[in-house]
């Protein structure tokens, strides 16, 4: 815990700041930061520290924070890592409130110990650190760039985290080049301390703030960032660049869920139950900072393509296909609005294809009518070079239409041409038009737009979470206390089933045999066709052992399964230590689905859906979502998967009870997140009946965490 906790504006607006390894030699970063605070034209006392003395660019050199009368809001240490915390010692004479720690060799190189040191020191004495292994800060509120970054920065509304130092430099400086203007700029590096999730709750509130860009590696605290990213993304867009998106990243654990569960796949699942956009490239991030940063929410989702080539058109239809714009499509309203400025030969429907003749004139009068019509939403306007095509005054029509109308609706461009197009672009883009000459990154931006208008739309739906459904939490922790007393890891298939039983979850009437005598009893019992499953706590994957039998009519059939299973069992583990076999009803054939939840090391708690049975591993037909989780969140991640139609019925058959594979996500997530002891659990198959029937969990494998 952090001991009076300072007041995160004093991080983006400080009074004072103190650069700790302050430097005269050009070529050392303790000069690069001083030089840009001083190039920031940062209004607030600045004192470079430096036992040589001396003087740096103006500012009067102190040998140590001692020297300095008065307190220091803000510390920028740039020394090496094994004079850090002596330095951070001294930071708290002066009651210094943040301390950014520009130093690397901690953490990443696997100084862990000296890493803890100085942040428990730090909290402590009432600061907080931000770092270490970073290239800075900037903040357009004080202003003041305290970084080793470039100097010049067009101030703005984007706000950019970074976690990489590099990758942070070259985007700092990107977004100059592309006319972006910043709020602020933060290197998180190490997240010692402070992490992504502190300064979302900062910029979440900050009015210049209107949009915010992060780059990840890594996550530590998923749990309290997924909380924070659903406020923020409310409030306003946030767009992510996540590298390690290679599946090695995943290791296979004793469970489907704990298998599938790709690091990469989980985070973008859950980014995506956050509102939050994921980017593929650096490029494709910042021109949706760029776009959102200055573009109106629309009114609704009616998007136009205005064009004079049919080809390009096209293009433009798929483009909004593949990033969920929706085309308007009344012909009606289409025909009576363009048929004036349409000739005979092009075309009404969306797109509106003015053909290769259209003048700029033409344009024009489209654009207009767009733009005036309420049904239109939002508008792509694209063009190719033709030989009648105005090159020349193309560009003073583009800036026209839209400086006038940019506050009015979402407008987009995308031209393809020669060299003066190019140029045109080029220039446009610089004045802050939005304009391409590929047509598919002028689409993703309403793509993203409109990513974040359904966003917003979805959270004005008012529902209860997963508060509403009764688990028996007792009977489930008493269960799992005896399971752990004998110092196993995974409950046995009785154990399994009482833990079902106490979510209220429907399984199978089912027995334990000790015997064979005893299975031919219950199978009796429960009526044939029965199941048989070997009960074993050195058998996790029964059918991998030849542990199943399935569809058993009569007692010889149970007679010969129960013999075989044995013998499975007993070559499958010469040692194996067998509780009994389980004799279960053969329930009636439906789809099967598979349900889990566990806890993922960087998320927390979470759950997994998919197309379920013993092909599930080989279709990974799978989503994923933070706990916990809502009814709507929960019905996104059913739809989400590949096999969503088959829950819809096929060749014939009904709509199948997805509203029971909602509660089951629910019961599921509200275990996972309340019994601290257990890692995994999951219901393989889950089978699902025609709408109304329900569901039936087959078989429930649990297990325990290890801590």
């Not at 609706?409 to 038009?433: A, T, V």
Request: a positive charge; glycine letters at 8%.
């Amino acid at each position: 815990m952090v001991n009076n906790k300072p007041n995160i504006k004093y991080l983006f607006k400080p009074r004072s700041v103190a650069i700790i390894g302050a430097s005269q030699s050009k070529n050392k970063i303790g000069y690069q930061i001083v030089e840009n605070i001083k190039c920031s034209k940062y209004p607030g006392k600045v004192y470079p520290i430096n036992p040589k003395g001396g003087k740096v660019l103006g500012f009067k050199i102190y040998k140590s924070m001692r020297e300095i009368n008065g307190n220091v809001d803000l510390a920028c240490i740039a020394i090496p890592a094994k004079y850090t915390f002596e330095a951070v010692k001294t930071c708290a004479e002066k009651n210094v409130k943040f301390l950014i720690i520009i130093t690397s060799g901690f953490s990443e190189i696997g100084n862990i110990e000296e890493e803890r040191k100085i942040v428990n020191y730090a909290h402590i004495h009432g600061m907080q650190v931000l770092g270490p292994n970073i290239f800075g800060i900037y903040s357009s509120m004080a202003p003041i760039n305290a970084s080793f970054g470039p100097s010049e920065v067009i101030s703005g509304n984007v706000a950019l985290i970074t976690q990489s130092g590099a990758i942070g430099v070259a985007m700092f400086g990107k977004t100059k080049s592309e006319n972006i203007g910043l709020s602020t700029v933060i290197s998180v590096g190490n997240k010692s301390d402070i992490d992504e999730a502190d300064l979302l709750e900062y910029l979440i509130l900050h009015k210049e703030t209107k949009v915010i860009l992060m780059y990840i590696e890594g996550i530590k605290h998923g749990d309290k960032l997924v909380s924070v990213l659903k406020k923020t993304t409310v409030k306003k867009p946030v767009i992510v660049i996540k590298s390690g998106s290679s599946k090695r990243g995943a290791l296979a654990a004793a469970s489907h869920t704990g298998s599938l569960a790709g690091a990469d796949e989980i985070f973008s699942d859950i980014m995506e139950q956050c509102g939050v956009l994921r980017a593929e490239s650096i490029e494709e991030a910042l021109i949706w900072c760029k776009f959102l940063s200055n573009t109106p929410t629309p009114r609704g989702e009616n998007a136009i393509i205005i064009t004079n080539g049919g080809g390009i058109g096209v293009m433009a239809a798929d483009a909004c296909e593949k990033y969920g714009v929706n085309l308007y499509d009344d012909i009606n309203i289409l025909k009576k609005s363009f048929s004036n400025v349409v000739p005979e030969f092009g075309s009404l429907k969306n797109p509106i294809d003015l053909t290769g003749p259209a003048t700029l004139s033409d344009y024009e009068n489209a654009l207009n009518i767009a733009i005036k019509k309420r049904d239109i939403h939002s508008i792509i306007c694209l063009g190719c070079e033709t030989a009648g095509f105005e090159v020349e005054k193309f560009p003073k029509l583009i800036d026209k239409i839209y400086s006038k109308n940019k506050s009015t609706k979402p407008m987009i461009f995308s031209f393809l041409g020669g060299i003066g197009i190019e140029k045109s672009i080029s220039d446009l883009r610089h004045q802050g038009i939005p304009i391409f000459s590929d047509v598919y990154s002028a689409v993703s931006c309403f793509g993203a737009m409109y990513f974040n208008y359904h966003n917003l739309k979805s959270q004005e739906i008012i529902e209860k979470n997963s508060d509403e459904v009764n688990i028996d939490i007792k009977v489930i922790n008493d269960i799992v206390k005896n399971v752990l007393k004998e110092n196993r890891q995974f409950l046995l298939s009785h154990e399994a089933s009482a833990v079902m039983k106490a979510t209220e979850m429907q399984m199978p009437q089912s027995y334990i045999s000790r015997n064979i005598n005893e299975a031919v009893k219950y199978a009796n019992k429960i009526g044939y066709p029965v199941v048989m499953k070997i009960v074993s706590k050195d058998i996790i994957h029964k059918s991998d052992a030849g542990g199943v039998a399935l569809d058993l009519e009569n007692e010889n059939e149970v007679l010969d399964a129960y013999q075989a299973i044995m013998h499975n069992c007993r070559r499958y583990k010469p040692d194996v230590k067998i509780t009994g076999v389980e004799i279960a009803e053969m329930i009636p054939k439906g789809t099967e689905t598979i349900v889990g939840a566990r806890r993922d090391k960087s998320f927390g708690p979470i759950v997994m859906f998919g197309l379920g049975g013993i092909y599930v591993e080989v279709m990974k037909d799978v989503s994923f979502r933070a706990v916990p989780i809502t009814k709507r969140e929960a019905m996104s991640m059913i739809k989400e998967i590949k096999s969503y139609p088959l829950l819809l019925g096929v060749r014939g058959e009904g709509r199948k009870d997805i509203n029971s594979i909602i509660d089951t996500i629910i019961r599921l997530s509200k275990v996972i997140l309340e019994c601290d002891s257990i890692s995994d659990i999951e219901v393989n198959p889950l089978v699902v009946y025609e709408e109304n029937k329900g569901v039936k969990a087959v078989d429930a494998r649990i297990l325990l965490s290890k801590e």
